[in-house]
Nanobody, 125 residues
Framework: VQLQASGGGLVQAGGSLRLSCVASGRAFNSVVMAWFRQVPGKEREFVAAIRKSGGSTYYLDSVKGRFTISRDNAKNTVLLQMNSLKSEDTAAYYC???????????????????WGQGTQVTVSS
């Protein structure tokens, strides 16, 4: 298993959840780790990313100020703290790791090499 995601669940609107993703194997050497989300019938959507070198972060506009991505390189873990959740945040969330992802591909799911299993986040209104 290269990426193991956890932390999804059911929460009321306005609540919080924290997603966790642990990398192993080759995913351990990723230059960027990210979270994407997907609802049935729609394309996978970029949510947030963090680069290993320098720790630069990137966010989907609609989650800025509510979500925070962080990385613990010593533990090979990336976290996504989600606050002030809205019903439109409901989706399956996937963590991803890119071994050679260039900066311009940070928000593109095609730029990632490894994917974790999805963890469902359901926000009730």
């Amino acid at each position: 298993v290269q990426l193991q995601a956890s932390g999804g669940g059911l929460v009321q609107a306005g609540g919080s959840l924290r997603l966790s993703c642990v990398a192993s194997g080759r995913a351990f050497n990723s230059v960027v780790m990210a979270w994407f989300r997907q609802v049935p019938g729609k394309e996978r959507e970029f949510v947030a990313a963090i680069r290993k070198s320098g720790g630069s972060t990137y966010y989907l506009d609609s989650v800025k100020g509510r979500f925070t991505i962080s990385r613990d390189n010593a533990k090979n873990t990336v976290l996504l703290q989600m606050n002030s959740l809205k019903s439109e945040d409901t989706a399956a969330y996937y963590c991803a790791a890119g071994l050679r992802t260039i900066l311009s591909s940070t928000r593109d799911h095609r730029g990632y090499d490894y994917w974790g299993q999805g963890t469902q986040v359901t926000v009730s209104s």
